[in-house]
């Protein structure tokens, strides 16, 4: 029976268990034995000499997110026998804490990032960016696009916007970025007063100027949460930390049957298709009349949520993911 190991630094945190968690049934399923560990931050070095009876039980290990310094990465590569790099966030920069901040292009991260790609055997890429930048030192790059169980969405193809909801959903480091779609918003409310913005999240925007509909987040209700709503939205800064994003929410709005507004940054100009399924908005004022189009057309509203609920069943489809990364895990542990 082959055995294989999933690492992350939080196993409740929403990539690893969109990405990771979701394999364990079809691994087991297939023969596997799985054993799902948290991975302490920090420590670097000790955490992985005090883990080496677990490396060396595992046939293949999974790091997920988590970045190693060469001589820790060296230290894994002794210890395990295969080993996969899964990410799907630019976590070789830190993240901007402020809208119009740059990211911090710290040198020490890049380092450890080449450093755990260089060790592996393969790096599985969330999106063509994280691939791009893993290619140069990697022996291996499998782009695997996180991917969600459409069935698990309720498609209300909701009728004409008597009562308007445009949604966002996400954690609350990423509220930020609403900022930079406010203003449109405000405009909006003033032409249309019954307008609402629906946050699911576990913190909320104050705002003066629009009304939020406070939804709080949990991952029982997040399917739920969308239902009812009108237009998905996505706004993004275009920077490093941005393009590496893998736009899960426009899979969420999708599979919800929602059209999508989005600013066209790394894998957001591959889940919406402008004119198809949605928009792309770059400016507050394309961000008002993208979002104006689908609140006084309920025919175009349904016409491009269904496209992307075709789209997101045909493109990032749960079961080709998974398949997709067994059939990875299989080739490694059999080499």
């Known amino acids: 029976m082959p055995t294989v190991m999933l690492l992350g630094y939080g196993l409740e945190q929403p990539s690893y268990r969109h990405r990771m968690r979701s394999l364990i049934e079809p691994l087991e399923a297939a023969g596997w034995q799985v054993r799902a560990e948290q991975f302490p931050g920090g420590r670097y ?52 804490r402020r809208l119009g901040d740059l990211p911090d292009e710290s040198a020490w991260r890049k380092r ?43 498609t209300t193809f909701a009728g004409p916007a008597e009562d308007p909801t445009i949604v966002w959903i996400g954690s609350p480091e990423n509220l930020i970025y609403l900022d930079m779609i406010r203003p449109a918003l405000a405009r909006l409310t003033k032409r249309y007063p019954a307008l609402k913005m629906r946050v699911i999240c576990s913190e909320f925007p104050v705002w003066n100027d629009v009304h939020v509909e406070r939804v709080p987040w ?28 893998c736009a899960f929410k426009l899979l969420q709005y999708m599979a919800a049957a929602l059209p ?38 309920p025919q175009l509203r349904l016409k491009l949520g269904a496209s992307g609920r075709q789209h997101v069943e045909q493109r990032y489809a749960l079961h080709s993911y998974r398949a997709n990364y067994l059939a990875l895990l299989n080739r490694l542990a059999a080499a």
């Open 260 to 297: 999508c507004v989005a600013s066209p940054v790394g894998a957001n100009k591959e889940a919406v298709l402008d004119g198809i399924n949605g928009y792309h908005a770059t400016s507050v004022d394309e961000w008002e009349r993208s979002l104006e189009k689908l609140i006084v057309s």
């Open 45 to 96: 070095g000790l955490r992985t000499w005090e883990r080496r009876a677990l490396l060396r039980w595992a046939d293949v290990t999974v790091l997920h997110q988590i970045k190693l310094s060469s001589i820790e990465a060296r230290l894994f590569a002794a210890f395990g026998r295969r080993r996969v790099f899964d990410v799907d966030d630019a976590i070789y920069v830190r993240k901007p």
């Open 112 to 154: 450890k990032f080449a450093a755990t790609c260089r060790w592996v055997d393969a790096v599985a890429a969330g999106n063509e960016v994280l691939a791009g930048v893993a290619r140069p030192t990697a022996k291996e790059i499998v782009v695997l696009p996180t991917s969600i169980d459409a069935a698990c969405y309720e």
């Open 218 to 245: 949990s991952s029982a209700s997040e399917a739920h949460s969308l239902a009812g709503a009108h237009i998905g939205v996505m706004p993004l800064t275009d920077d490093a930390w941005s393009r590496g994003k």
